[in-house]
């Protein structure tokens, strides 16, 4: 199976790109061309579920869609301009035009333009630059070269954008486009192949759902004698069937209040999102009055990814209420919120070295925890906190945030600085340091 790129952009450097990509057997060049850049909207909108990559022709349809939410950074590519692009457009100006000495360029950075002109010696040529980020309007960039030349500042204008280019043509104005090296263009080339090469085997990945019924004090005496706890399970089976077929999944059912669902990443991707997740949790909970907690392992092989499960069950366990938890196939975990507003945590069970893994054994702390910590320290840049604070952070009692802190200072990880007063009453807190 081939790998879809849709390559956008004016009809002569979609062409140009599509020239170059010929060598590439394992991409399927996809040409999508438009006269002006606004027309960039509409194909991605009709055309975006028939391409995996999208492969556009330069900064200005690039950064147009991303302005629109219309593609993600990495499932988009453009050729960046270097300067020996424009050197060679400067070049064929001369050739034509003869001597010039006034120049309008738009587009190309400016640390690129120093890099050229000392590098190269461009004689007497003065270049008078508007240099962007991101995306401009073609009005604007012709607004631009059309001040200059009517004001006699410059005789000809060089642009990177081809709607430009003809406007200011059809102006009278001498106007070059600036076009992507090949060298450029096959850099893309080859990324957007390694990427898709990359996806294909992440996507082929084992993916388990692991759903544990979580269960008070109460219900866990009575639930190998109740039959009324069996029937729930019964309820609880059907919510999740369900939800095993719409992800192509086998159901399995591992222990009392365990069940597992062995699914792909791909599916997973197509399917997961942590409203989803949720939403599962809520109507398990309506049909059955039985609270799901929920880990996703990820993993090459099945072993590896019920390994990954088991973990992401093991830190869903520590949350006071139901929680999403994933396992990827590196040992990050990721703690999915169930609002938008809230934030997703990210953190490494494993990057500490042997050394440190020694010292954990020793410590009443796991490296998850300080991996997290770490993590939540530099979300909210801070790094000096009270066991108050990191109770907070992980939504712990402060009593087992004072145990945490006593061990990230055992282990070095943490020093106090000083005390502070809650209030008229109380002990003073520990004021700590993190050390990371």
Known sequence: MKIRVGVVGPGDSVAHIL??????TDLEMVPYIYKETKETENIIR?????????????????????????????TSYFPPLYGSSLLGTLLGALLKE????????????????????STYYLGDINIRSFS???????EEIISFHKKLHDEGKTEVAVTCVQEVHDKLNQLGIPCYRVIPSPVAIKLVLQNLKERGQSNWYKQSQIAIIGLEVIHSASSLDQQYFSYEMKRRELEIKQVMLDHAEKLQGSFVQIGDGLFFIYTTRGEMDMQFQESAMYSLIEEA???SKLKLRIGIGYGLTAYDAEQNVRLALHYAREKQTPAV????????????????????????????????????????????IVSKIEYLSRHYKKNIVTAQEVSRWLKRTERNSRRIMVELERLGLAKVTGEEQPGQRGRPRKVYELLF
Do not use: C, M
């Open 19 to 24: 020239a170059l990509g010929r060598e590439h």
């Open 46 to 74: 009709d055309f975006q579920d028939e391409v995996d990559f999208w492969f556009f022709s330069g900064q200005a349809p690039y950064y147009y869609a991303r302005s629109k939410g219309l593609v993600r950074e990495d």
């Open 98 to 117: 003869g001597v010039i000495q006034n120049v309008s360029l738009d587009t190309i950075k400016q640390s690129e333009l120093d890099t050229l002109t």
């Open 132 to 138: 962007y980020d991101e995306y401009k309007p073609a």
């Open 285 to 287: 909970k309506v049909h």
């Open 325 to 368: 938890v994933s396992v990827d196939e590196k040992k990050q975990i990721n703690e999915h919120q169930s609002e938008s507003g809230e934030l997703n945590i990210t953190y490494q069970h494993r990057k500490w070295g042997e050394e440190w893994e020694e010292r954990f054994k020793e410590a009443k702390i796991s490296p998850g």
